[in-house]
């Protein structure tokens, strides 16, 4: 089942210097069950792609598509509508957790507010009895519920907002950036913890990292971004060991694999930086850093084309109709 489904969505901000497309045309599809990871440098629009999803982004921002959350379209809804789809159709947690939570009360406050407010019948022990449960089921004491946001590590604080976000039961979770600043070992008990909240609740999840070696090892289906547009997706698997687009074998470089022999050698940085996005270069916005780029990436922007079973890139140097693209 289609829990979420982004239809040629685009993100422009309106700003002093002009307007500023921050996401362009993306679609994409993610399924009850099923983990979807979107990776790219800071800049991508990946942020931007996941406040879009329940209309966080600022009233600046013009969006165009269409966002359908179980076939309702979130971007014509009522604001009331709205409020009440937040946290209990979809959630997201927010990238940095220090900030994102409330410093001036206790985290078991915090965590009951979303029940409190789409319950209007849970009296305050029934809230505080799920809170309880939500602070187990991320693998936390219940006596950490007294605490302040600045008494918890980070990857405490990360659980923290994983069991608000979790709150009133969504059916579709997006964590930004869930494993940002923590150390390797934290790392990996959040991605476990959220991979096993899939399996258990049946969620349909969205990852959005930077790092491919973490998505690669929690994701079903991988979406690569660069300049607001997705330039890669497909199977996790199959994108990373066949990557198609030289942006998507680029960011797997930089990351070296552990028990290769070639893992000896440094990773390889990607030379320059991402395009402003209010400035983009003509034709391909990668080809000024693309080590494979030919005369006519300077004059095409390739949209998606297949190239394998539901894998897609948008590179020139893919034939054209290879296989039926599917996102």
């Not at 991988?222 to 030289?246: C, F, K, Q, T, W």
Request: aromatic share 4%.
């Amino acid at each position: 089942m289609t829990l979420l489904r982004l239809e040629d969505l685009s993100v422009t901000y309106r700003t002093a210097d002009g307007p500023v497309p921050a996401v362009r045309g993306v679609s994409l599809e993610v399924e009850a069950g099923s983990i979807v990871g979107v990776a790219g440098e800071s800049g991508s629009g990946k942020s931007t792609l996941a406040a879009t999803v329940l209309r966080l982004t600022p009233a600046t921002a013009r969006v165009q598509g269409r966002v359908l959350l179980d076939d309702e379209d979130v971007l014509a809804m009522s604001f009331g509508r709205l409020r009440a789809v937040r946290w209990a159709q979809a959630a997201i947690v927010f990238q940095g957790a220090l900030h994102s939570l409330n410093p001036l009360r206790r985290v078991g406050q915090q965590i009951a507010e979303p029940i409190q407010l789409h319950e209007r019948t849970a009296t305050r022990r029934v809230a505080d009895r799920r809170v309880s449960e939500l602070l187990d089921q991320v693998g936390l004491t219940e006596r950490l519920a007294a605490s302040y946001p600045h008494q918890l590590s980070g990857g405490q604080r990360q659980r923290v907002m994983i069991a608000m976000a979790l709150a009133c039961k969504p059916r579709l979770l997006i964590a930004d950036e869930p494993t940002t600043a923590l150390d390797v070992m934290v790392q990996a008990q959040v991605l476990d913890l959220l991979t096993g909240l899939v399996r258990e609740l049946g969620l349909g999840l969205v990852v959005i990292s930077h790092d491919l070696s973490v998505l690669g090892q929690t994701c079903d289906r991988l979406a690569v971004m660069y300049a607001g547009r997705v330039v890669e997706h497909g199977p996790s698997a199959d994108v990373l060991a066949r990557a198609r687009h030289p942006y998507t074998r680029a960011l797997s470089a930089a990351f070296p694999t552990i028990g290769d022999a070639a893992a000896r050698f440094a990773p390889r940085g990607l030379p320059g930086d991402p395009p402003w996005p209010g400035d983009l270069p003509g034709g391909c916005p990668f080809h000024p850093r693309c080590p494979d780029a030919v005369d006519v990436c300077r004059s095409e922007d390739v949209r998606l084309r297949g190239c394998g079973p539901q894998h897609s890139a948008a590179c020139v140097l893919v034939p054209v109709g290879a296989e039926r693209v599917t996102t």
